[in-house]
């Protein structure tokens, strides 16, 4: 079955380092998002990316964030300059994109971890 | 701010009982519903997806939306000891999901 996968697993990062999470989504799939998970708390929307383009960000994706999709299979997240609060999972996703109802498909998820 | 609660957890549920797991949600124009499985330190996994008023029953799940009551919920037939995992709400509004802080269930031998 077609999955999403990121890399890395785990990353380990000094405050105020630039990091890049990298993710292929299912590979007909057209819209693709990132979500983030502290731990012990829910998973929070960061960001929807569809035809090249940002379809919605949270409060959370500030100027420190942003994404990009440089070839025809990867997805990246980028955290300019990380902080301590930046330590989280994260997660991407993709979903068909026909429908807004269509379910999202998640990968394993990167750990960053930020010293 | 589109709300997601789920029953506040822990479940603890004996091998072969029903576990019942409940969510609310804020916006009333939510018009897609998931539940996902997360394992301790993993990614959630999607087990059910429901759209219409009414129950939808795949396998030993079952799922059930009001959305007069704006209420979802996930029935969980004969749990086994691998179920035990914290089950997250998941609501669509345009493309994005608000999730709910999940309910953790423990199946006990």
């Known amino acids: 079955e077609p999955e999403v996968t990121q890399t890395p697993s785990h990353q380990v990062t000094q405050m105020g380092q630039e990091v890049i999470l990298r993710c292929v989504p299912i590979s007909n799939h057209l819209y693709f998002y990132w979500y983030r998970q502290i731990l012990g708390q829910k998973v929070e929307f960061l960001v929807s990316f569809y035809n090249n383009e940002i379809s919605e960000k949270s409060e959370i994706f500030d100027d420190q964030f942003s994404v990009e999709r440089p070839d025809g299979s990867n997805f990246t997240l980028k955290i300019r300059s990380t902080k301590l609060e930046d330590s989280a999972m994260y997660f991407c996703?993709?979903?068909?994109?026909?429908?807004?109802?269509?379910?999202?498909?998640f990968g394993d998820g990167t750990r960053l971890s930020i010293l | 701010q589109k709300e997601v609660e789920q029953n506040s957890g822990p479940l603890s549920v004996p091998e072969g009982a029903i576990a019942s797991l409940n969510c609310t949600y804020s916006?009333?124009?939510?018009?897609?519903f998931f539940w996902y499985r997360q394992y301790s330190g993993k990614s959630p996994e999607l087990i059910m997806s429901i759209y219409s008023n009414g129950d939808k029953e795949d396998g030993r799940f079952t799922a059930q939306l009001n959305k007069a009551s704006q209420y979802v919920s996930l029935l969980i037939r004969d749990s086994q000891p691998s179920d035990s995992a914290t089950y997250l709400c998941a609501v669509n509004n345009d493309y994005k999901l608000s999730f709910g802080a999940g309910t953790t269930v423990t199946v006990r031998a």
């Open positions: 916006d009333r124009g939510s018009q897609s």
């Open positions: 996703a993709s979903s068909p994109g026909t429908f807004s109802n269509q379910p999202q498909h």
